[in-house]
């Protein structure tokens, strides 16, 4: 059985790019065959899943494709694969005409669950607004839950996790700010042609993310 799930954001640079890149990275190495997808017409950020899985990462693209071609090539990249993971673009409802086109669109499409990655930089309750809010905005778009970036202490992480409590949406895992994972570019702290920047992110996922959760969306 193939398991598959989306990796949105609410916003560009919370840290989605380098939470999807990570584990295609992790699941690899631990000997799943892992078939990466990208949304929109993005063909820098596939050509770093393909250096990754071993496998070519596919444009999953409602705006020069139909929806019918878009579940087809999903279908067909992904019949062999252990995980689908599906990379999205700019923020979770970021379409090219409101949210048409978007993340949330290719979620939809697809039926598949959406992992939402939130920057949790400098903030605690006040995610629940936040949360609240895309969890209630769609109700075609199954958001199962979240993965907290840039988490500064225990105490953080337990607040972060009250709120997950409270809205009866899981946390997946809280990733540390860890400034090895720190870049200026828009790659948001990951390039493999840096090995040890690679493991490094790789370990903290193994570490502090439900990975072996994921596997059973």
Known sequence: MTHSFLISAPTSGSGKTTIARGLMALLTQKGKVVQPFKCGPDYIDTKFHAAVCGRPSINLDTFMASKEHVREL??????????????????????????????????????????????????????????????????????????????????????????????????FGCLPKHTDLEQGSRYLGLDFSEEVQNETLVQLLEENVQWKRLLTL
């Open 74 to 171: 999903f279908d067909r990249y992904g019949a062999d694969a252990d995980v689908c993971i599906v990379e999205g673009m700019m923020g979770l409802f970021d379409g090219y005409d409101r949210d048409k086109g978007s993340s949330a669109e290719i979620a939809s499409v697809l039926d598949i669950p959406v992992v939402l990655v939130v920057d949790a930089n400098s903030a605690a309750y006040s995610m629940a607004a936040l949360l609240s809010g895309f969890l209630h905005f769609r109700e075609d778009v199954r958001i199962v839950g979240v993965i907290f970036n840039k988490v500064g202490s225990e105490r953080h992480q337990k607040m972060l996790k009250e709120v997950c409590e409270d809205l009866q949406v899981e946390c």
